[in-house]
């Protein structure tokens, strides 16, 4: 069982930027894919950025691409989700997700994926 907390979220006007946290326990972190999703009101949960378990590869969703950037640190525990140039749009309750599988983001089946609870950026016009 991996638990996954995620930190960090708030609001902010179009254009700012925000940073988003998440802290795993109980499991070896380095061993897990991490990864962002993200759920606006009315529409399913949608990815937005994932990592493998070294750092060493990344990949985005093409509505946040060269605008946020995932990275991790294994000596904490911790993934981060750097946000940039924040548009209304990006408004939503963002989750991490840890998973053994770094296919999971690419739309492989996993069976196993660990969810936060989720925190909610707002951005303003």
């Known amino acids: 069982q991996v638990h996954v907390v995620e930190s960090g979220g708030g609001s902010v006007q179009a254009g700012g930027s925000l940073r988003l946290s998440c802290a795993a326990s109980g499991r070896t972190f380095s061993n897990y894919a991490m990864g962002w999703f993200r759920q606006a009101p009315g529409n399913e949960r949608a990815f937005v950025a994932a990592i493998n378990w070294s750092g060493s590869s990344a990949q985005y969703a093409d509505s946040v691409k060269d605008r946020f950037t995932i990275s991790r640190d294994n000596a904490k525990s911790t993934v981060y989700l750097q946000m940039t140039?924040?548009?209304?749009?990006?408004?939503?309750?963002?989750?991490?997700?840890?998973?053994?599988?770094?296919?999971?983001?690419?739309?492989?089946?996993?069976?196993?994926?660990?969810?936060?609870?989720g925190t909610q950026v707002t951005v303003s016009a």
Request: with cysteine; charged share 20%; net charge negative.
């Open 85 to 117: 140039s924040l548009k209304p749009e990006d408004t939503a309750v963002y989750y991490c997700t840890a998973t053994r599988s770094y296919t999971y983001y690419s739309g492989v089946p996993d069976d196993t994926v660990y969810w936060g609870q």
